[in-house]
Every structure is written in C-alpha cells, then in structure tokens.
C-alpha cells in the first residue's frame, strides 16, 4: 500500500509540473523569427552606462544581456508589475492593461534602492498571449512602444526609434538573459537622440501563481486517488 501512495503522489507531482510551465515569454516581434539577442547599453558613441544595471550586480558601463525586437506573452491570470524609476527627460509612462496608466515619470532621474525595493507596485489581470501593455512617450500616439509592435534595435540613435529591451537576467552571459521564466525586466529606450541606453524606465513584470490547482490537475489527483482505493479494497478481500 505504501509503494502504491508513493506511485500516486510521484504522478500527480508530475503532472502539476507538467501544468505549471515557465508562465512568461520573451518571443518573435513585428519581424518574422527569433528576437534579436544583444546586450544593454548599446550607445553610441560607446562609454554610454545604464543606470539599472548596478542593481543587477553589473557595473553601470558593463554589459546587460536579453533581447530587442521581442513580444511577451504569457498565461492569463494576474501579474504583480514593479516600477523601478527612469533616467529621462522625457514624460515616460507605463500602461497595462487596456492603456490605463500605472507608473509616470515626470522627468530626471530616479532609481529605485534595490530590487527588493520597487518605487511603485500595482497588480493587473492580463489574458492569454500577448501582454496587453505600453509604454507612452510625452503622450506622443506616434512614440508609444506597444508590446507585440516593438520595433527592433536595428541601428542605434538616431535611426532606432522608441523600443524596449527584454530579459529574464540580464547577468546571464551564457543564455542571453533566457526565453522564458516567472519574472521579465523591461527596459525602455526612448528615443530622445542622446543615447542608446535603455534606462528610461524600468519594470519587471511577474506571474503570480495561484495556490489552486489547475482543473486537470484535480482530475489526476481524483482518478489517483480512486485507483489506490480500488487497489486496497481488492488487497482486503483477498486478504
């Protein structure tokens, strides 16, 4: 009986990390094909620093590693999104989800303290697929950077346009920052022809898993359940 339970909770362990994916992805933008791998700051001239990236444990002028020209998507459920401030002159927003705006910058700089220290915290409901969010420039329609319309980092400024950079960990040298995970660092650039920086401004954006099982997750559970039964029941009478 003991080796039958110990079966049955091996498979249902399995089968709830089979349900439990890696919730977020750094996919394909605009373009077909893979996102642009490349590393933050990527000014020119060079010597540029950005700004975030000591909270990383990366030097300011060290190298950031993820993704440009990439689309996030993700599971539907709610998502915590932590604002960790801007270097910019411009009004730089965050909107998500339908435009709503969650975070403002009026212009400056501010830099949160440490990760475990946002500036600003707000909790959003996303749907399946694309993360619906933006970000908004001086409130420019033209200079908003949609996720799912984000341009590549083709060229540097002048020529790139507004854009944002995507990473899971941009210390991850070897993985270019991962494809997919629980928790993504968007970095925004906006354009504003002095640098190619991307401290802008700064979210992360985290899946926040639900402590109920998932449906077929039950289902496992409920046919393992009534199979040891059935099991035991068959031992007694034999018995």
């Not at 249902?12 to 605009?30: D, E, K, L, Q, R």
């Not at 604002?83 to 411009?90: F, I, L, Q, T, V």
């Not at 507004?162 to 960990?169: E, L, R, S, V």
């Not at 040298?173 to 993504?184: E, M, P, Y």
């Amino acid at each position: 009986m003991k080796k039958a339970l110990l079966t049955g909770f091996a498979v249902f362990a399995v089968s709830a990390g089979a349900v439990m994916a890696a919730p977020i992805t750094i996919g394909p933008g605009p373009a077909a094909g893979t996102p642009t791998a490349g590393i933050i700051p990527s000014n020119l001239p060079a010597g540029g620093t950005n700004e975030f990236l000591p909270l990383f444990g990366i030097p300011a002028t060290g190298n950031g590693h993820g993704y440009f020209g990439s689309t996030i998507s993700g599971l539907a459920g709610d998502y915590r999104i932590d604002y960790y401030g801007a270097e910019a002159s411009n009004l730089n927003q965050f909107a998500a989800p339908g435009g709503t705006v969650l975070f403002s910058h009026g212009g400056g700089t501010t830099i949160a303290p440490s990760l475990a220290a946002p500036l600003q915290t707000a909790v959003v409901t996303f749907g399946a697929g694309t993360l619906d969010f933006r970000f908004l420039i001086n409130s420019i329609a033209a200079d908003a950077v949609i996720n799912g319309a984000n341009p590549d980092n083709l060229i540097g400024p002048p020529n790139s346009g507004p854009n944002f950079f995507a990473t899971f960990d941009p210390s991850d040298a070897a993985g270019n920052g991962g494809l997919t995970g629980n928790s993504v660092y968007v970095f925004l650039d906006d354009a504003n022809n002095v640098d190619d920086n991307h401290d802008d401004m700064l979210v992360r954006i985290t899946y926040i898993e639900t402590a109920v099982p998932e449906p077929a997750t039950l289902g496992l559970l409920g046919a393992g359940l009534l199979g040891l039964g059935l099991a035991a029941r068959r031992r007694n009478r034999a018995a």
